[in-house]
C-alpha cells in the first residue's frame, strides 16, 4: 500500500481529514525548505503539498506567484526540488510528499526521467495544475508506472465527462479546487462545496481533498466535516514571506499551523 493509500485508510479509521499544507520549495530560503517540511510534520500535518516554482503560475494567486518568484531569483530548479524531498526521506520514511506545479519544467527534464527521479526521492504524488486529464494520459501512465500517483483537479465547473476521465485515470486522491478563480482568493460557498465533494466521492471512489480559499482554523474545521483533507496553502506561504531567517520561518509555520491541525483532529468528518 502506497503512504497516500496508507494515510488515508488511516485517517478514515480515524474518522477525521488530512491536513496538507502547501510550501514553495525554496521561500523563504534555500536552507529552509527540509527543516520547514520536518517542522509543518512536527505540529500536525499529515502531507505536505510541495511547490515547484514555475515562472508563469497561471492558477496561483499573488502570494504563491511572488513565492514562486523568489525562489527561482535563487536558482531553484526542479532538480533541487527532487533533492530536498530525498534529504527529507532520510529522516522521514512515513509522511505523503505531493509535488505541485506545472507541466512545463517536467517536460523540459523529460516526462520519464522525472517520474523516475520523482519516485527515487520518495515522492508520491505530483499535481500538474496546467495538465488536463484529458490530455494526460501518457503522463499519468508513466507516473504511475513509477509508483507515483497522478492527481488531478476538479472544479465547479467540471462536467460529467471530465469527472469520469479523471475516474478513469487519476490516483491518490483528487483536489476540488473549491472557487472559482485563482489560489488566495475570496471565502467559498462550503454548504454548496461539501455537497459537491459528496457527490464527487461516490462517483470517484477516491478521497477528495479541498482547497483553494482556506485561511484559518475556523474554516479547516467547517471544511474537515465534509474533505477527505483540507489543503492550507496561500495562508501559509504569506507567514513565510515575512520572515527573515530560517528559525523565524520555522516559528511562523509551527504558530500558524498548530491551531489547523488541532481543528482537524478535534473535527469528525460526518459529510455534509
Known amino acids: ?107 523540459a527534464m523529460g516526462v520519464t526521467l522525472f517520474a523516475e527521479a520523482a519516485a527515487t526521492a520518495g515522492v508520491d504524488g505530483v499535481i500538474l495544475v496546467d495538465l488536463t486529464p484529458e490530455e494526460g494520459r501518457g503522463e499519468a501512465a508513466v507516473l504511475r508506472q513509477q509508483g507515483v500517483d497522478p492527481i488531478f483537479l476538479l472544479a465547479p465547473t467540471s462536467g460529467p465527462e471530465r469527472v469520469a476521465t479523471v475516474r478513469s485515470m487519476g490516483s491518490g486522491f483528487v483536489y476540488y479546487v473549491s472557487l472559482r478563480g485563482i489560489t488566495g482568493a475570496a471565502q467559498a460557498d462550503w454548504t454548496e462545496v461539501l455537497q459537491r465533494v459528496q457527490d464527487l466521492r461516490r462517483q470517484l471512489g477516491l478521497p477528495v481533498a479541498i482547497g483553494f480559499g482556506i485561511r484559518d482554523a475556523a474554516t479547516v474545521a467547517r471544511v474537515a466535516v465534509g474533505a477527505d483533507a483540507v489543503v492550507v496553502g496561500s495562508a501559509l506561504v504569506d507567514q513565510l514571506a515575512e520572515c527573515m531567517t530560517d528559525q523565524e520561518a520555522i516559528a511562523a509555520a509551527t504558530r500558524f499551523i498548530e491551531p489547523l491541525a488541532q481543528a482537524v483532529r478535534t473535527t469528525e468528518r460526518r459529510g455534509v
Open 1 to 107: 500500500m502506497s503512504r497516500l493509500a496508507g494515510l488515508f485508510v488511516q485517517l478514515q479509521d480515524a474518522g477525521r481529514a488530512a491536513l496538507i499544507p502547501f510550501m514553495t520549495a525554496g521561500d523563504p530560503s534555500l536552507t529552509a525548505t527540509v527543516p520547514l517540511m520536518h517542522a509543518l510534520v512536527a505540529v500536525g500535518a499529515d502531507a505536505i503539498e510541495l511547490g515547484m516554482p514555475f515562472s508563469d503560475p497561471m492558477a496561483d494567486g499573488p502570494s504563491i506567484q511572488r513565492a514562486s518568484e523568489r525562489a527561482l531569483a535563487r536558482g531553484v530548479k526542479l532538480r533541487m526540488v527532487l533533492e530536498w524531498v530525498r534529504e527529507f526521506r532520510m529522516t522521514n520514511s512515513h509522511t505523503p510528499i505531493i509535488l505541485m506545479g506545472y507541466l512545463n519544467p517536467v517536460e
